[in-house]
């Protein structure tokens, strides 16, 4: 009788580590797995009086008004072996990279139909200026200079995932006044296209004539799904140079 009993007792503890496991597993498959870090950096030799977003160098950039596909093309018939990478939000407002194969100065499209452009990068130097423009009209939308890689903006949409801000820093590289930096986070993406009003000031920097400053966050800044991270300059006298770097990740948000 002893024997059955202690056969008995150990079956149901070995049936209770089964359980327990099984719920752990089934706790660890539920789990969010995608985590993307990201950063971006760049400088901007031109802020002025009046807030505006920062972009890499002389690099113009004008967002996209409308969805649409868009299409890249460069200055030069010799860019043809390079492949460039558009990443942005979709008009599903979810985050999108698609890769796009130069072919000189013939305008190559794009497969997907994209809402915002957030970044441009290139695998391998181009001889000519990279643009990348709205299919419909050729509206230019942004660059990528000769001997640069990336047409760098201060900014990242999240899109579906929620964003978190780890750390940022910013220079003022140039004799002057100084440069007030600010990391705004935008709950609506939309407000790329209006950013006056509609955000956050994450943190700010007011810097005096070549002089930097970093933030890090032990705990991380979240920025919900669906917004705009942005950095916005302002310069107490024309032309001041800056340089700022942003860092965090993004998750499935829950």
């Not at 939309?190 to 705990?219: H, R, W």
Request: contains cysteine; aromatic residues 10%; negative net charge.
């Amino acid at each position: 009788m002893k024997k059955i009993l202690s056969i008995g007792v150990v079956m149901f503890f070995l049936f209770t580590i089964s359980c327990f496991a099984g719920s752990d597993a089934v706790y660890e498959r539920n789990r969010p797995q995608e985590i993307k870090g990201w950063s971006v950096a760049g400088s901007d030799d031109k802020i002025s009086a009046t807030p505006r977003l920062m972009t890499e160098l002389d690099t113009t950039y004008a967002q996209l008004t409308a969805e649409d596909t868009i299409e890249v093309l460069s200055s030069r018939y010799e860019d043809i072996s390079q492949t460039i990478t558009v990443k942005g939000i979709n008009n599903l407002g979810k985050q999108i990279s698609e890769k796009i194969a130069l072919s000189g100065s013939s305008p190559i499209p794009s497969s997907a139909t994209f809402r915002y452009i957030d970044q441009v990068e290139t695998n391998a130097n181009c001889t000519g200026t990279v643009t990348v423009r709205k299919a419909t009209g050729d509206t230019f939308i942004v660059s990528i200079p000769i001997g640069a890689v990336e047409a760098t903006i201060l900014q990242h949409f999240n899109g579906e995932k929620d964003s978190y801000v780890t750390a940022w820093n910013a220079n003022v590289i140039n004799a002057g006044s100084g440069v007030v930096f600010d990391l705004r986070y935008y709950p609506d993406d939309n407000k790329c296209l209006s950013a006056g009003t509609g955000y956050k000031v994450i943190d700010k920097m007011v810097l005096p004539e070549i002089s930097s400053d970093s933030s890090f966050f032990t705990q991380p800044i979240k920025c919900p799904a669906g917004g705009w991270i942005a950095v916005y300059a302002t310069g107490k006298s024309p032309n001041m140079d800056g340089f700022v770097k942003v860092q965090g990740y993004d998750i499935e948000a829950q």
